[in-house]
């Protein structure tokens, strides 16, 4: 009777050990909580519009005395972005919310035809160029242990020229801004490790227009600015 109570004793207790080592050994869930900084680097593209119009001595505008590229009035703005980013996250259960901050080298640009109204002779050639980027954001997703699914938007920022030359490429005239305007998008990122992170972000931006006129040259010309860009990233984590 004494050995089977002891035996039945045995097993409780290796039962209630083995219980209390699982417990010990299971990981715990990540926690996104904390700021973080970090690289990107990607590519952005986009179709915009572009006018062209001739100013007279009396400075009004005629609106339809040049065309560009023969009638469609497009042009593709696309190239590298890449630069270093900054934020903080608060994680409640599987909620996580943030900010985030970016700043960023930018070469986006292209050339444009300015033809006459008949589609024949070059009158001049514009030149669009965004030769730097920066945003601020919230952040906002879901997080599935070491992944995280998130939508981020805010302010966008960016320094922006438009040049406008003659048939010879000689400038007529230049305008170079700081532009503001809206972004928004998502991605993924994914802990490697307590510390390192990567993702993957797709954002649209648009920063508005930007317009070069000028009555000595005799001209009044305005680009869109807006563009997609698919950025990778790596963010190492203080917490």
Not at 19 to 28: G, V
Not at 29 to 46: E, H, R
Not at 53 to 77: H, M, P, R, S, Y
Not at 154 to 168: I, P, Q, R, S, Y
Request: glycine share 16%; net charge negative; with cysteine.
């Amino acid at each position: 009777m004494f050995r089977k109570c002891l035996l039945i004793g045995s097993v409780s207790v290796l039962f209630s050990a083995g219980a209390q080592a699982a417990d010990i050994i299971e990981p715990a869930a990540y926690d996104w909580t904390g700021p973080y900084i970090g690289l990107q680097a990607g590519y952005a593209w986009g179709e915009n519009d572009l006018s062209a119009g001739n100013v007279d001595t009396g400075g009004d505008v005629q609106i339809d005395a040049a065309i560009i590229n023969g009638e469609d009035g497009t042009f593709d703005l696309d190239g590298f972005v890449g630069g270093a980013h900054a934020g903080y996250n608060w994680q409640s259960d599987s909620l996580v919310l943030g900010v985030e901050g970016d700043i960023e080298f930018a070469d986006l640009n292209d050339e444009v035809d300015i033809l006459g109204v008949d589609g024949g002779d070059l009158l001049g050639v514009d030149e669009v160029e965004v030769n730097w980027l920066g945003s601020l954001r919230l952040r906002a997703g879901f997080a599935a242990d070491r992944a995280l699914f998130y939508a981020t938007g805010g302010l966008a920022v960016g320094g922006a020229k438009l040049t406008a030359n003659d048939e010879f490429g000689d400038k007529f005239a230049d305008e170079s801004d700081t532009k503001w305007g809206w972004t928004v998008g998502g991605g993924v990122e994914y802990a490697f490790t307590d510390d390192l992170s990567g993702r993957i972000e797709y954002r649209y931006a648009d920063l508005g227009k930007i317009n070069v006129r000028s009555e000595e040259a005799g001209v009044d010309d305005e680009a869109e600015l807006a563009f997609h860009a698919i950025r990778a990233g790596l963010s190492w984590h203080f917490q």
